[in-house]
């Protein structure tokens, strides 16, 4: 969906190397999440932000930090990049009101070497 | 949230009709129901949400027994473009539990021609 951008799309680090992706939406919704997908699973939740002032960790926090600048943007950082952190990663937005109609960017392919 | 079931895997053929049933045995009273599609490699794409009967879209129908405690995804006449993973979830449509949000393995639908 055109409305919810991540940069980079494609991303190879090595271990220890901090880095960061980045989610940027044009449909003003005051809800995003960070999810990761890895091969042949469902998705996990990292974290997750209703507005700028309320960030909440998800299932698997560990490893992560987020960052809400702004209603529209909202960053995930690797801290130190580990290998088992090699995954498919999504952002998306909601609106409060319907807040399972969720809109996927269209991924980041993270490989950590 | 309330923890879903779904098969595995659905194989049809094009121009079927297909019915994917998700179970949700501890479902709460203000939890709606949510089906999501995914491609490979894409981020996951709402497809039809509802409370109770039956709810229908452009793309499918959702039908709901009376009790609440599986839900049924109606696909008309699939084609191969169908073929992808469906998800099923179930929650407060307000997000409650947020932190607990999994997606699941979903069911994967194979279209043949």
């Known amino acids: 969906d055109a409305d919810v951008t991540q940069t980079p799309r494609n991303r190879i680090t090595k271990t220890g190397k901090r880095i960061m992706l980045e989610c940027s939406q044009t449909k003003g919704h005051d809800r995003m999440y960070w999810y990761r997908q890895d091969p042949g699973l469902g998705l996990r939740l990292i974290y997750y932000?209703?507005?700028?002032?309320?960030?909440n960790k998800g299932e698997i926090s560990d490893g992560y930090s987020v960052s809400r600048q702004a209603q529209a943007k909202f960053s995930l950082s690797l801290e130190s990049a580990i290998p088992n952190q090699t995954a498919l990663y999504f952002c998306a937005t909601s609106d409060r009101d319907r807040h399972y109609e969720q809109y996927f960017g269209p991924g980041t392919r993270l490989t950590v070497t | 949230l309330a923890k879903t079931t779904q098969p595995i895997s659905m194989d049809s053929y094009e121009g079927q009709e297909v019915n994917i049933t998700c179970s949700h045995n501890n479902i709460a009273t203000n939890d709606y129901i949510t089906w999501y599609q995914q491609f490979p490699s894409q981020g996951p794409r709402f497809i039809i949400q509802?409370?109770?009967t039956k709810v229908t879209n452009e793309v499918a129908s959702l039908f709901i027994p009376a009790d609440r405690k599986s839900s049924t995804l109606s696909l008309p006449r699939v084609s191969l473009s169908d073929t992808a993973v469906y998800y099923c979830l179930v929650g407060d449509r307000y997000g409650g539990a947020t932190n607990k949000l999994i997606f699941g393995t979903g069911t994967l639908l194979a279209v043949q021609p």
């Open positions: 932000s209703f507005d700028v002032k309320d960030i």
């Open positions: 509802g409370y109770k």
